[in-house]
């Protein structure tokens, strides 16, 4: 599926350049068409690193975060300079070459493919898209997104109301760079213990950094308070993969990937519109305040995690057939000798 869906992804973009619909049409399909290659990669990696190499998950997940942190980087940037210097078509068939480009790339690797599932299986497997646990980590990733929709229009708005709107790209590089550095050492380090709690742990850290950018003011203590948020965010993006993966059958993993990135860009969108609102009436402090909301409700929904789920067993020392009680459906995987809900 994933070639069709490139080819009418490069279709819409060439709509978009010919004008041969109206543009807010042509920028639907080119919306509607983009792929969601994050889950499909994520989904791979939950295939491949299957049984005893289960434990490595979560590194390849932290993997995982770090590319999509160096694309959001420097994608924008090099789009922006092509549109700077008088090419935005230039920058537009850059992003349509990099999707479809890596796209390919991804689908010729047969390697890697998830064996495929029966329609009957999936079709039993999608009553675990409603259970709570899988739930819980859509609400989560639609928050997170909340928060990033937040920052970006705080970000800007602090910079342009103290005159210096050069200034917000170093408040972004501080936030992003730091980003970076947590996915990489959460990933490096050989934790144990148990996914839900690293997550509420996370969830509460992030909500304790961000709520000093609600009255703070100086330019040095902003950017050092975004880049102590930019540690916490990695890890959450990385336990919420690990917990999606361990919360539904395997004949649904990318549809679930697939839901969690949706609730991500919708959040995204929305607290756009909402902290642009509130900076319009109360300044930036009133866009961070949205973020600080944000970061607090994913608190509360870890926390919840904790107190209705049953202890997180690491992958690689689960037994053969461990069993969830009261889950509304269990999978039995002969590959990864273990079961969850």
């Known amino acids: 599926m994933l070639p069709c869906v490139l080819g009418a992804h490069a279709g819409a973009v060439a709509l978009l350049l010919a004008g041969a619909v109206p543009d807010l049409v042509a920028g639907v399909l080119v919306g509607a068409t983009l792929p969601q290659l994050s889950a499909l990669s994520a989904a791979r990696w939950s295939a491949l690193l299957s049984g005893e190499r289960a434990a490595a998950l979560p590194s390849a997940f932290a993997l995982e975060a770090l590319a999509n942190g160096v694309s959001y980087m420097a994608g924008p940037a090099l789009v922006s300079v092509l549109g700077a210097t008088g090419h935005p078509v230039a920058g537009v068939l850059l992003a349509a070459a990099l999707v479809v480009g890596g796209g390919l790339a991804l689908a010729a690797q047969c390697r890697t493919v998830p064996p495929l599932i029966g329609h009957a299986e999936r079709r039993h497997a999608g009553r675990a898209l409603l259970c709570s646990a899988f739930l819980r980590q859509v609400a989560l990733g639609l928050a997170l997104g909340v928060f990033f929709g937040a920052i970006q229009v705080s970000v800007a708005a602090y910079a342009v109301g103290r005159g210096t709107p050069d200034a917000a790209a170093l408040l972004y590089v501080a936030f992003n760079c730091t980003n970076l550095v947590g996915g990489w050492v959460y990933g490096a380090w050989r934790h144990g213990g148990s996914p839900r709690r690293r997550q509420a742990a996370a969830a509460a850290c992030l909500t304790l950094a961000s709520l000093p950018l609600t009255f703070l003011d100086a330019p040095l203590a902003v950017g050092a308070t975004l880049a102590l948020t930019g540690l916490a965010v990695p890890v959450l993006l990385i336990l919420s993969s690990v917990l999606t993966e361990s919360a539904v059958p395997r004949a649904v993993l990318t549809q679930a990937f697939t839901w969690g ?9 929305g607290a756009a519109a909402v902290a642009g609102r509130l900076v319009d009436a109360g300044g930036a402090q009133g866009g961070f305040g949205v973020a600080a909301g944000a970061a607090a409700l994913m608190t509360v929904l870890a926390l919840g995690g904790l107190r ?5 067993v690491p ?10 009680p009261n889950a509304p459906l269990t999978r039995r995987d ?3 000798n273990r079961s969850a809900p």
């Open 315 to 324: 992958k690689s020392s689960a037994p053969a057939e461990t069993t969830v």
């Open 334 to 336: 002969s590959s990864t």
């Open 261 to 269: 990135s949706s609730a991500s860009a919708a959040g995204i969108a």
């Open 308 to 312: 209705d789920s049953p202890p997180d």
